[in-house]
C-alpha cells in the first residue's frame, strides 16, 4: 500500500504538471500587462477553464516538443511528499497545493513575478484545507500553530519588505503566508527550518551566479522558487518527524 501511495502521488504530480505549461505562459507578463489569451502562435484559447490548461501551444498548432521538466519535477515533488507523509490527512493537502506552488514557480523564474490570483488563494486555501485535515483521524499537526504560523512568516517578510523594498518583492510576503501555513502544521521548529532553507538556498543560488559573473551582488533574483524549496524541506522533515 505505501508503494501504491507513492506511485498514485507521483502520478497526480506529472498529471498535474502537464497542466501547469498554458497557466504559466498566460501569466507570465509584466507588471501592468493583461494575462496573455492567445498561444505564442497567435491562436485565442477557448474561453473558461480549458483555456487555462495544458501545453502553452494550443491545438491549433503544429504538433510541438512538449517540455518533459515541469511534469517530472511534479512527479518527483509529489512523490517524496508522499513517501514522507504517508497515508495521513495533510498529505491530500500537500498533494492539492503542490501543482499551485509548482505553477507560481515557474512564473516568478521567468517574470520576477508571483500573482495574487495565486498566493491569495493559496494563503486562503492552506489554512482551510489543514483545518478540514485536523478535523480527521491520523494527522500530526496542530491547525492552531499553522494559523500562527502563516501569520507570524508573513509578518516577518512584511518587515522585510519595509526595511528592503528593492530586495523583498510584496508578493513574497503574500506567498509567506500560506508557506508559513503549511510549515507552522508542524511546529515552530520545522517553520524556523523552512524559512531559513529558503534563504539559504537562494543566497547560494545568488552567489553561484556571481561567482560564475552572470550577476552582480545587486542583481534581483526570483525569490518564491527558493521560498517553496525550503518550505518542501521543512515538509519532510516534519512528516519524517511525526511518523
Known sequence: MYVTLIAVAALWGAAAGTLVPRAAYRLAVEPGEGWRDACPAGHGYVPGARGWLGPARCTGCAPAARAAAVPLLGAAVC???????????????????????????????????????????????????????????????????????????????????????????????????????????YGWGVLLVGAFAGFLFGAAYGLGLVVLRRATRKSVIPFGPFMMCGTLLGLLLGALAGS
Do not use: C, I, Q
Request: glycine share 12%; no cysteine.
Open 79 to 185: 512523490a517524496v511528499l508522499a513517501a514522507a507523509t504517508g497515508p495521513r490527512p495533510e498529505l491530500a493537502v500537500w498533494l492539492l497545493l503542490a501543482p499551485v506552488a509548482l505553477l507560481l514557480a515557474v512564473v516568478d523564474r521567468r517574470v520576477h513575478r508571483l500573482p495574487d490570483r495565486l498566493t491569495l488563494s493559496l494563503a486562503a486555501a492552506a489554512p482551510l484545507l489543514l483545518g478540514a485535515a485536523a478535523l480527521l483521524p491520523g494527522h500530526a499537526g496542530s491547525w492552531r500553530l499553522a494559523v500562527l504560523g502563516g501569520l507570524a512568516l508573513g509578518g516577518a517578510y512584511f518587515l522585510l519588505f519595509l526595511v528592503n523594498p528593492n530586495g523583498m518583492g510584496f508578493g513574497d510576503v503574500k506567498l509567506a503566508l500560506s508557506l508559513g501555513a503549511a510549515l507552522g502544521w
